[in-house]
């Protein structure tokens, strides 16, 4: 791989989670760090400020295991794709910019977080989430039922509208029977990835 370094001989190292595709930092390699976190698969870079390699986790035992070196269009920027073991900020958290590394489904998420929170609330006068949860899980596996239903009936007609409104509904009730079940879609993910091997 072409790597070019800067005047000092140096390459940012951009290191992003392989798995949730997280950023987790930003870090400098010069030659021989990068030789280095080729040789022991842990990644290592040149600190500016300590003078010398430093390897991550040489002190945690928080190391970034290497997955993969991508070099970005002009050769001036690394992408390492890493499996970190424990947090990856010196301050505990899973990032560089005090996030937890968690796994994100984008907007999927966000619903399931505001799912979470309106079942804890408990206001089932304001939340229709709320009232539906109160009523037990068997009314939430049967209104899953019923828009799988619609879902179906749906995508037998030419209404396109129709066919995405009632896949929404399905989708989002879907998200509260797995709540309901004590799941989420990381489980989803993790059944569908063993089945995959």
Not at 39 to 59: C, D, H, I
Not at 76 to 101: F, I, M, R, S
Request: with cysteine; net charge negative; glycine share 6%.
């Amino acid at each position: 791989m072409t790597i070019k370094y800067d005047a000092h001989g140096l390459v940012p190292a951009i290191i992003q989670d392989a798995s949730t595709k997280n950023v987790l930092m930003l870090g400098y390699m010069n030659e021989e760090a990068y030789q280095k976190t080729l040789e022991t698969q842990k990644v290592t870079f040149y600190s500016r400020s300590k003078k010398r390699l430093w390897t991550k986790g040489e002190e945690s035992g928080n190391f970034l295991n290497l997955v993969d070196i991508k070099n970005d269009c002009d050769n001036d920027t690394l992408l390492v794709q890493v499996n970190p073991a424990g947090p990856t900020c010196h301050k505990g958290t899973g990032n560089c910019w005090g996030e937890d590394n968690k796994p994100s489904y984008g907007f999927f998420s966000t619903l399931e977080d505001v799912i979470a929170e309106r079942v804890a609330n408990k206001d089932t006068n304001k939340s229709y989430v709320a009232s539906l949860f109160s009523k037990g899980i068997n009314k939430v596996a049967q209104k899953v039922g019923e828009e799988a239903v619609e879902t179906v009936i749906e995508a037998m007609d030419n209404n396109d509208e129709l066919f995405l409104y009632e896949s929404a509904d399905l989708l989002f009730h879907y998200l509260m029977l797995l709540q309901a079940k004590g799941f989420t879609l990381k489980d989803i993910e993790n059944e569908l990835k063993g089945r995959h091997k």
